[in-house]
């Protein structure tokens, strides 16, 4: 008797432990992270899947979740030990691509995480891909980007704006304090830079900033 109420005590434990499994992933891990599925992620983390392992875009799960700001799934992925700092073949992280997205939140997230943050070189970046969203330009200047380091062309972030015709980005900067007098590399004014080029609306925005 006592090896009969054994026997069922066991396989009601096995039946518990498997209906307590959730099923396995129906979709791509790809697709789960692409669609924020967060259902399919815990169940492809559950499965083993590898979370460090780059998806058919190049990026990696973290990053992937990161850039479409998906704040609960770049969390998960954390906890079960996405890498922090890989990048893609571009040299991004998961905190580059938040920051230059605009995903503010996921950005501090990553960053409590111990996530490495250059926040002027990524000013540098964010002009050069032609950011425009506000929040990128206030989370990277709160956090000490130096609107005046020069890339590798000797151009700051409101010049490289300037060259690119980004009104909406060179106006952010300028009302958080960049230099409307800054030169190029060989001497040209901005003001300059922008006459040179027929820029009408930022010549204009330079010079109700004070630009000579």
């Known amino acids: 008797m006592t090896r009969q109420l054994t ?3 066991t396989l009601l434990l096995l039946l518990l432990t498997a209906c307590s499994e959730p099923d396995r992933p129906s979709i791509a891990l790809y697709l ?3 669609r924020g599925d ?3 992620l815990e169940r492809h983390i559950y499965w083993g899947a590898d979370i460090n392992a ?3 875009n190049g990026q990696y799960p973290l990053q992937a979740a990161a850039e479409q700001g998906r704040f609960v799934m770049v969390k998960t992925l954390l906890k079960h030990g996405a890498a922090l700092e890989a990048t893609t073949e571009r ?3 998961a905190l580059d691509l ?7 939140q996921v950005a501090e997230l990553l960053i409590a995480q111990g996530a490495q943050l250059d926040a002027s070189l990524l000013l540098l970046k964010a002009a050069q891909v032609g950011v425009t969203d506000r929040d990128t330009v206030r989370f990277l200047i709160d956090r000490g980007a130096d609107t005046e380091q020069r890339d590798a062309d000797g151009d700051t972030a409101l010049l490289i704006a300037i060259r690119q015709d980004n009104h909406r980005l060179a106006s952010q900067l300028v009302s958080r304090g960049a230099d409307v007098n800054v030169k190029t590399a060989d001497g040209m004014s901005a003001l300059a830079l922008a006459r040179k080029l027929n820029l009408t609306e930022l010549v204009s925005l330079l010079q109700r900033q004070g630009a000579q």
């Open 7 to 9: 026997a069922i005590c």
């Open 32 to 34: 789960a992270v692409q």
């Open 38 to 40: 967060l259902d399919q």
């Open 54 to 56: 780059r998806l058919p």
């Open 91 to 93: 040299g991004e992280t």
């Open 98 to 104: 938040a920051v230059l997205g605009g995903r503010t």
